[in-house]
Structures are given as C-alpha cells and as structure tokens.
C-alpha cells in the first residue's frame, strides 16, 4: 500500500510538471539553454543577440514574489552548465563572463489536460507579468553585470533564434527545491 501511494504520487507530480499545472503554492519558471548563440528579432529587426551564453525562457504566474524572483536569480547564475577542460558541468556563466539572454514567455504557463486550445490563465496578467518581470532583469543585472544581460521585447510577436549546444536544457522552477522521486545510486556505491 505505501508503495503504491508513493508511485501514484510521482506519477501525479510528474503530469503535473508536464501539464503546467501547479505544484505547491508558487512557482516562477525558466527554461535555461546552453547555447553557442541566440538572438530575437522583432518585425524582422534584430533587437538583442548573444554569443556562447545562456538563452533563458521566463514565465511567471499570479502568486510569484520577490522571493521566487531571488531563488531563479540565484540558481541561474550559480548553475554549472559548461565545461572546464575536458571536464563537464564545472563552471557557470559567470564564471565564464558569457551572456545571458532572457525572454519572457507566458506560453510557459499552458494548461493543456482539457481540449486541444492551450489555457494560459495560470500566467500572470499583462501589467503585473511586465512590471515583475522587469524586477526580474533588474536583480539579473544587479547579481551578475548589466552589459551581460540581454533581453527580448515584452509583450511583442518575437522570433527568437537559439542554437542550443548539447543540447542542454534545464527546466527550473522556483518551488522545485525538493526533487520528484529520489536519484538513482551511483555504479559501486555502498548502501
């Protein structure tokens, strides 16, 4: 019985996180890609692009805080995603002084379990999104250095280009600080 409820409950977490739906009280969401390059154009007019950096997708919903904002902050500019050497997964943006474009990406916020329309009522609303969201970029700045932080247009029609390198992308959100299910063991280790 008890294994049956902890399955259902990872099952339930894992369609959940797939789903849009929510998890907990909050969540701010970023899909963060290492990319050789990324750029957005608007009306066929490039308006930012990086080099080697980091391409982040930003969705926020209606119960999102200051606080979601410093944990996203916090875990993108700490996360190791490049390489030193010949060894993978040791240095961070920057640590690297690379770019970081960020978008903003209410689409993020999907709710898809019902008909075929996708349902974006889970996103926060336009004013208060913008407004947030430019906190957002704000403390992005103030964490790491303005010229390194780039960003699309809000609220515009975008194409964003992302050459992702890996690939490798990492859905991160902001209640995410407990894991669904537990990792696997490492080869060899002891129990």
């Known amino acids: ?19 849009g739906l929510r998890i907990g009280s909050k969540a701010m969401r970023a899909i963060i890609q290492r990319v050789t390059r990324a ?9 930012s692009e990086i080099g ?6 930003v969705g926020v919903t209606h119960d999102d805080t200051d606080a ?12 190791r995603l490049f390489e030193e050497g010949d060894k993978m997964w040791r240095k ?41 969201y430019a906190r957002f970029l704000d403390r992005m700045k103030a964490e790491y250095s303005p010229d390194k932080i780039q960003d699309g247009q809000f609220g515009a029609m ?11 992308t990492i859905v991160l959100d902001s209640n995410a600080k407990d894991p669904v299910g537990k990792p696997q063991p490492e080869t060899g280790a002891a129990n």
């Open 158 to 168: 975008m194409q964003v280009d992302i050459q992702n390198d890996g690939p490798v």
């Open 1 to 19: 019985p008890h294994r049956g409820n902890s399955i259902q409950h990872l099952v339930l977490r894992f369609l959940a996180c797939i789903d």
């Open 52 to 57: 080697r950096g980091l391409c982040i997708l």
């Open 68 to 79: 979601d904002i410093e944990y996203l902050v916090r875990k993108i500019l700490k996360m």
């Open 39 to 47: 750029a957005v154009q608007v009306e066929g007019e490039t308006i």
């Open 92 to 132: 961070s943006a920057p640590d690297l002084n690379l770019e970081i474009l960020c978008v903003s990406q209410f689409t993020l916020y999907a709710k898809t379990a019902k008909g075929t329309k996708p349902d974006f009522h889970m996103a926060m609303p336009g004013t208060a999104s913008k407004d947030f």
